[in-house]
């Protein structure tokens, strides 16, 4: 499938996208509605999100994926529009690098709450759904930094590392129902969460294209073709997964655990 052009495959399909108003999420959002999905996109960017909804003729609803009933209301509010839900991608989160000493609780804590809760949440109140309808794929964005260490990123490891855990746990659970869950690992992505983490210096930028053995940052819809293969169903037999993304980064070894060399 070129850019641009329907598959089919997910046409129909009812999907939730969080964090769906910028980057990874807003690419993935995008390619399910040209691949013909109905998207509800929660994200705490109401305006932002609330533009991305009105482009591709989808939904918005304010959502904050670190609170709990935030998430069971966007699971029901799809349920309640569309009466089902096909596809969930929990893909809402932030990174921010320090040093782990220099880690305050609060950069910790809400590393934890957005980028591990928010997933779990997710996986709670989309899984009740999809077990009970007896279908459904899920999509949980993890990272690179979810299956390595990285120097600066402790809490975010922390938090990743959890992902790709829950997704094989939710994996197990729901698969006597027939619901899959797995999960994305990027490498370094052209979003704007890169550029506050790591900077958007042409000398920042040359870093993270050259971090990369296919010598560019990955793009949010790099990811997206990923995330369409998972949730489709020319991965029915893919489950408790993680699809490493990365331009062949962590099969570079000898990197001391930077994402980025100095
Ligand atoms: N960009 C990368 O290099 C990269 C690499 C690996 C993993 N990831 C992961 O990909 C996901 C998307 O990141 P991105 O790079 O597209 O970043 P981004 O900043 O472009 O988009 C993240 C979106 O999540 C939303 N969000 C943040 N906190 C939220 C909250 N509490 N509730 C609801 N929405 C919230 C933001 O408003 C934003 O729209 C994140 O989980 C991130 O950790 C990104």
């Known amino acids: 499938m070129a850019d641009g052009r329907i598959s089919g495959k997910i046409s129909g399909r009812i ?101 591990l809760d928010g997933v779990f949440w997710g996986l709670r109140y989309a899984g009740r759904v999809m077990v009970s309808q007896k279908r459904g794929a899920i999509v949980n964005t993890a990272s690179v930094a979810g299956i390595r260490g990285s120097v600066g990123l402790s809490a975010y490891n922390a938090a990743k590392h959890g992902v790709v855990g829950l997704t094989k746990a939710a994996a197990l659970e729901f698969a006597p129902a027939g619901v899959r869950v797995n999960c994305v690992c990027p490498g370094v992505i052209d979003t704007p969460l890169v550029a506050r983490a790591f900077g958007s210096s042409e000398e920042a930028r040359e870093r993270m294209h050259r971090a990369h053995p296919l010598g560019r940052m990955g793009l949010p819809i790099d990811i997206a073709k990923g995330v369409l293969f998972l949730a489709s169903d020319d991965a029915s037999f893919v489950t408790g997964h993680e699809l490493v993304i990365d331009g062949g980064m962590c099969a570079a070894p000898g990197t001391g655990g930077r994402v980025l060399d100095d």
């Open 15 to 115: 999907a939730i996208v969080t964090g769906g108003a910028s980057g990874i999420g807003k690419a993935t959002a995008e390619l399910f509605a040209r691949e013909g999905a109905k998207v509800v996109i929660g994200d705490l960017a109401s305006s932002e999100g609330e533009k991305v909804a009105k482009e591709i003729g989808g939904t918005f609803v304010a959502t904050d994926v670190r609170e709990a009933k935030a998430v069971e209301k966007l699971v029901k509010t799809a349920c309640d529009k569309h009466g089902a839900l096909d596809i969930m991608f929990n893909n809402a989160g932030f990174g921010v690098t320090a040093p782990l000493v220099e880690t305050s609780d609060q950069l910790y804590l809400d590393t934890i709450k957005v980028d």
